[in-house]
């Protein structure tokens, strides 16, 4: 429907992987990373279901190399053959460099995201001779009468933290070691979106500016603000004009799939609504034990919200219990569940006296108490 807004946030279960897909109106559907279940590439999959065809979607975008974001992209652009790819500037930085070294003529140090970046500039180019676009900081990305789309980040010192580090590296002998030093999550992409009169935030990965040794000790910020690097939230939070018009978020799909390293307290305290907020997230089970969020900082982000939703738990939640209705101001509800190997949130917005829907599928859920009792993730 033209004048519905829609945020649907998409997760495998038990595993790890996030896209997100926004509806702005009938003509303007925006792909956001991509993930897998199994063979299923999630945001097609998505589309397929609810009959909207791929020539709707206009943009495609990736807010940073990771492999949890990636997966399916290259099929996703195929597919979707009138979309235009947006890229961060930076992309991951270990990534990033590898495509710079390639297009230098000199072989890149093999990985997993190379292939996808080869195979979504190899399908650009085979299917209408597309090429990428890069985001810019602070770019009004898409705008109609009803609606503004920001972007937030890469910041300008990022990118010149980024070139300075490739200064370092030998581009004929490239250290492995040297490139694994470098950080990704901190040149993610973010967006901002205003529908009507409702502000929601797109969290992407990006994480506070906090020193590496210091990234997961949130602790550090609340009880002062510590002079910030210029980047991520500390950056965007200072000087980004989304943050600047002083209109407060009412959704937000949680940055760093609710990560500490993604906490800023002047973000909550001052940038979202203080009664009302509605949050969605994504688990991450990382091979190397990382696993996220954990349970204190599950318990920390749900107390702030009205409404708090996962599409999944880190193989902390096995057994689907019959659906509870969520009832609250704004009718916020969680309405049938289907058995699935993914979690879908759909969030629904049409106007003030309707407010938002959500609805949840699959392995997604309400993180209510029953869920806590059950979510095993330790703290860092």
């Given at each position: 429907?033209?004048?519905?807004?829609?945020i649907t946030?998409?997760?495998?279960?038990?595993s790890?992987?996030?896209?997100?897909?926004?509806h702005?109106?009938d003509?303007?559907w925006?792909?956001?990373?991509?993930c897998m279940?199994?063979?299923?590439?999630?945001?097609l999959?998505?589309?397929?279901?609810?009959?909207?065809?791929?020539?709707?979607?206009s943009?495609?975008?990736?807010?940073h190399?990771?492999?949890?974001?990636?997966?399916?992209?290259p099929e996703?652009?195929?597919?979707?053959k009138?979309a235009q790819?947006y890229m961060a500037?930076?992309?991951?930085?270990r990534?990033?460099?590898?495509?710079?070294?390639k297009?230098?003529?000199i072989?890149p140090?093999?990985?997993f995201?190379?292939?996808i970046?080869?195979?979504?500039l190899e399908?650009?180019?085979?299917?209408?001779?597309?090429?990428?676009?890069?985001?810019s900081?602070?770019?009004r990305?898409?705008?109609a009468?009803?609606?503004?789309?920001?972007?937030i980040?890469?910041?300008?010192e990022?990118i010149k933290r980024?070139?300075?580090?490739l200064?370092?590296?030998?581009?004929?002998?490239?250290s492995?070691?040297?490139?694994k030093?470098?950080?990704?999550?901190?040149?993610?992409?973010a967006?901002?979106?205003?529908?009507?009169?409702?502000?929601?935030?797109?969290g992407?990965?990006?994480?506070?500016g906090?020193?590496?040794a210091d990234?997961?000790?949130?602790?550090?910020?609340?009880?002062?603000c510590?002079?910030?690097?210029?980047?991520g939230?500390?950056?965007?939070i200072?000087d980004?004009?989304i943050?600047?018009?002083?209109?407060?978020?009412?959704?937000?799909?949680m940055?760093h799939?609710?990560?500490?390293?993604?906490?800023?307290?002047?973000?909550?305290n001052e940038?979202m609504?203080k009664?009302?907020?509605?949050?969605?997230t994504?688990?991450f089970?990382?091979?190397?034990g990382?696993d996220?969020p954990?349970h204190?900082?599950?318990?920390?982000?749900?107390?702030?919200?009205r409404?708090?939703?996962?599409?999944?738990?880190?193989?902390?939640?096995?057994?689907?219990?019959?659906?509870?209705d969520f009832?609250?101001a704004d009718g916020?509800?969680?309405?049938?569940e289907i058995?699935e190997?993914?979690?879908i949130?759909?969030s629904?917005?049409?106007?003030?006296?309707?407010?938002?829907?959500?609805?949840c599928?699959?392995t997604?859920?309400?993180?209510?108490?029953?869920?806590m009792?059950?979510?095993?993730?330790a703290?860092?």
């Amino acid at each position: 429907m033209s004048d519905e807004f829609e945020i649907t946030t998409l997760g495998p279960g038990e595993s790890s992987g996030e896209s997100v897909v926004v509806h702005l109106d009938d003509d303007e559907w925006i792909i956001i990373d991509s993930c897998m279940a199994g063979d299923k590439i999630l945001p097609l999959e998505y589309l397929h279901d609810i009959e909207v065809g791929y020539n709707k979607v206009s943009k495609v975008i990736c807010t940073h190399w990771h492999t949890d974001h990636i997966k399916g992209l290259p099929e996703i652009l195929r597919q979707c053959k009138n979309a235009q790819f947006y890229m961060a500037p930076v992309g991951d930085f270990r990534g990033y460099l590898d495509v710079v070294l390639k297009l230098a003529g000199i072989d890149p140090l093999g990985s997993f995201v190379w292939t996808i970046l080869d195979n979504c500039l190899e399908t650009l180019e085979e299917v209408n001779h597309r090429s990428p676009k890069f985001i810019s900081h602070n770019e009004r990305f898409a705008h109609a009468t009803d609606y503004d789309l920001y972007t937030i980040g890469p910041s300008d010192e990022l990118i010149k933290r980024f070139h300075n580090s490739l200064l370092m590296i030998d581009p004929a002998k490239p250290s492995k070691e040297a490139i694994k030093k470098m950080e990704g999550n901190l040149c993610s992409v973010a967006f901002s979106i205003r529908f009507k009169d409702q502000k929601v935030l797109l969290g992407g990965d990006m994480e506070v500016g906090r020193k590496i040794a210091d990234k997961y000790n949130y602790h550090l910020c609340e009880t002062q603000c510590p002079e910030h690097e210029e980047c991520g939230w500390c950056e965007a939070i200072a000087d980004g004009n989304i943050f600047s018009d002083e209109k407060p978020y009412h959704f937000v799909n949680m940055p760093h799939h609710s990560s500490s390293s993604a906490y800023c307290p002047k973000m909550w305290n001052e940038g979202m609504i203080k009664e009302g907020l509605l949050a969605t997230t994504t688990a991450f089970k990382c091979g190397l034990g990382e696993d996220l969020p954990t349970h204190e900082m599950l318990e920390l982000y749900r107390q702030r919200c009205r409404g708090f939703f996962t599409t999944n738990g880190v193989n902390a939640v096995k057994d689907l219990k019959d659906v509870k209705d969520f009832e609250g101001a704004d009718g916020v509800e969680v309405i049938d569940e289907i058995i699935e190997d993914e979690g879908i949130i759909i969030s629904r917005w049409r106007n003030a006296e309707e407010g938002w829907k959500i609805t949840c599928y699959g392995t997604a859920k309400l993180v209510d108490d029953d869920f806590m009792k059950t979510y095993h993730v330790a703290s860092n």
